[in-house]
């Protein structure tokens, strides 16, 4: 198992960026295939974005083109870049480890983040 922690929200004005961390503890994050969620208020929890433990990524279209997902193995961390934000991109962003070991699928996540887009 892995424990998650989430940093880098934060309030932006539209067309603004920011950049979100998770921070990943144990010795076996390059075996996790990671990935990164959001809530918005009366919404259920949406995919954002993930990446393989072999570096291939995958966009929910909302956010293509605007969002970059990118992991350092040696430093266990993963990282959103986000541009050109919008108010819909206001939620709660959460931290995602997941693998599928034989029969045990091991699935953590972080505690979130609060990214608000509002001028």
């Known amino acids: 198992q892995v424990h998650l922690v989430e940093s880098g929200g934060g309030l932006v004005q539209p067309g603004g960026s920011l950049r979100l961390s998770c921070a990943a503890s144990?010795?076996?994050?390059?075996?996790?295939?990671m990935g990164w969620s959001r809530q918005a208020p009366g919404k259920e929890r949406e995919l954002v974005a993930t990446?393989?433990?072999?570096?291939?990524?995958y966009y929910v279209d909302s956010v293509k083109g605007r969002f970059t997902i990118s992991r350092d193995n040696a430093k266990n961390t993963m990282n959103l870049q986000m541009n050109s934000l919008k108010p819909e991109d206001t939620a709660v962003y959460y931290c995602?480890?997941?693998?599928?070991?034989?029969?045990?699928?091991?699935?953590?996540w972080g505690q979130g983040t609060q990214v608000t887009v509002s001028s």
């Open positions: 995602n480890a997941k693998k599928i070991v034989g029969s045990i699928t091991y699935n953590n």
């Open positions: 144990g010795s076996d994050f390059s075996t996790y295939n």
């Open positions: 990446i393989t433990t072999g570096g291939n990524t």
